[in-house]
């Protein structure tokens, strides 16, 4: 686990270890190696031993992002790291003040071209989903919006409830509580279906944006060159796991959607993110040294 204990990520992957060390008859151990966004955990694994016995959960920043965001990373996610299966996709969902005047994505987009350069959107730093989220709409709608990069999220959700700010992409679960107790205006949810917790909320592609889909997904991945056979027996496994009562729950209880599938589909999955991020960082001009 690339990043640090008690986070909606380290949740999962604790429910996912105890289903399977009970039918794999052994214990499994989730040990936690945050830092460098997730980066030194992800060459941890990358430079495991490939005997199925050194797994990684991780999200789309250290396998999808940061290859293009970083002018260079310790480890290539398609050529050290080995699919197994995606657990979970965590949109996000699109926020406004409630002081700006729009209901709909279509009014916002309006807005901007109107003012260019006024709205802002706040992020919980450079590159990571609330920012690219962010720069991806930019693009695709063809709007001048400004990046406000805060510390974290929960800083950016206060300034966004506060009126500092004009909008922002944010976590299904973290905006919850504020839309539901009306204190922000939610526009749009950024996957490819409404979720079941906001059911009136359309998603972008609805709203005007088709194809735009964006999430904060989490796999797991073995070291390259892990045996054929074990990888089947793992995502055989991590597929069954996915259907458990308890595991839905923990993944739905984040805003999140459960994954599934074979090897192959989550890796023809990495390769579609790796490319649709490597655009819009390009055009975003982003970069982290």
Same mark, same amino acid.
């Given at each position: 686990?690339?990043?640090?204990?008690?986070?909606?990520?380290?949740?999962?992957?604790?429910?996912?270890?105890?289903?399977?060390?009970?039918?794999?008859?052994?214990?499994?151990?989730?040990?936690?190696?945050?830092?460098?966004?997730?980066?030194?955990?992800?060459?941890?694994?990358?430079?495991?031993?490939?005997?199925?016995?050194?797994?990684?959960?991780?999200?789309?920043?250290?396998?999808?992002?940061?290859?293009?965001?970083?002018?260079?990373?310790?480890?290539?996610?398609?050529?050290?790291?080995?699919?197994?299966?995606?657990?979970?996709?965590?949109?996000?969902?699109?926020?406004?003040?409630?002081?700006?005047?729009?209901?709909?994505?279509?009014?916002?987009?309006?807005?901007?071209?109107?003012?260019?350069?006024?709205?802002?959107?706040?992020?919980?730093?450079?590159?990571?989903?609330?920012?690219?989220?962010?720069?991806?709409?930019?693009?695709?709608?063809?709007?001048?919006?400004?990046?406000?990069?805060?510390?974290?999220?929960?800083?950016?959700?206060?300034?966004?409830?506060?009126?500092?700010?004009?909008?922002?992409?944010?976590?299904?679960?973290?905006?919850?509580?504020? /839309?539901?107790?009306?204190? /922000?205006?939610?526009?749009?949810?950024?996957?490819?279906?409404?979720?079941?917790?906001?059911?009136?909320?359309?998603?972008?592609?609805?709203?005007?944006?088709?194809?735009?889909?964006?999430?904060?997904?989490?796999?797991?991945?073995?070291?390259?060159?892990?045996?054929?056979?074990?990888?089947?027996?793992?995502?055989?496994?991590?597929?069954?796991?996915?259907?458990?009562?308890?595991?839905?729950?923990? /993944?739905?209880?984040?805003?999140?959607?459960?994954?599934?599938?074979?090897?192959?589909?989550?890796?023809?999955?990495?390769?579609?993110?790796?490319?649709?991020?490597?655009?819009?960082?390009?055009?975003?001009?982003?970069?982290?040294?």
């Amino acid at each position: 686990m690339p990043y640090v204990a008690g986070g909606a990520a380290d949740i999962t992957a604790r429910v996912i270890a105890a289903h399977m060390g009970k039918t794999l008859k052994g214990t499994l151990v989730v040990e936690n190696k945050p830092g460098a966004n997730g980066m030194i955990g992800t060459d941890f694994v990358a430079k495991a031993a490939p005997d199925g016995y050194t797994l990684l959960l991780d999200a789309s920043g250290p396998l999808v992002v940061n290859p293009s965001l970083y002018k260079k990373t310790p480890y290539d996610p398609l050529k050290d790291l080995a699919p197994v299966i995606l657990i979970e996709n965590s949109p996000l969902v699109l926020s406004v003040n409630n002081e700006l005047p729009v209901k709909t994505l279509a009014d916002l987009i309006a807005m901007a071209k109107k003012q260019p350069g006024k709205l802002s959107f706040g992020s919980s730093g450079v590159g990571g989903a609330h920012h690219l989220s962010g720069e991806m709409f930019r693009e695709q709608a063809k709007i001048d919006i400004v990046h406000v990069p805060y510390k974290g999220g929960s800083l950016a959700a206060t300034d966004l409830m506060g009126g500092h700010i004009s909008m922002m992409f944010e976590m299904g679960y973290s905006a919850l509580p504020a /839309i539901q107790g009306k204190k /922000i205006h939610p526009i749009a949810v950024t996957s490819a279906q409404r979720l079941a917790v906001l059911p009136d909320v359309p998603t972008m592609a609805e709203s005007g944006l088709p194809g735009f889909e964006s999430y904060n997904w989490q796999g797991i991945v073995a070291p390259a060159g892990t045996p054929a056979p074990i990888i089947a027996k793992l995502n055989a496994e991590l597929n069954r796991i996915l259907k458990e009562a308890d595991v839905q729950k923990a /993944i739905a209880d984040t805003g999140s959607q459960a994954g599934g599938g074979t090897p192959e589909e989550f890796g023809a999955f990495i390769k579609s993110e790796t490319a649709k991020w490597a655009h819009v960082i390009k055009a975003g001009n982003i970069q982290l040294q």
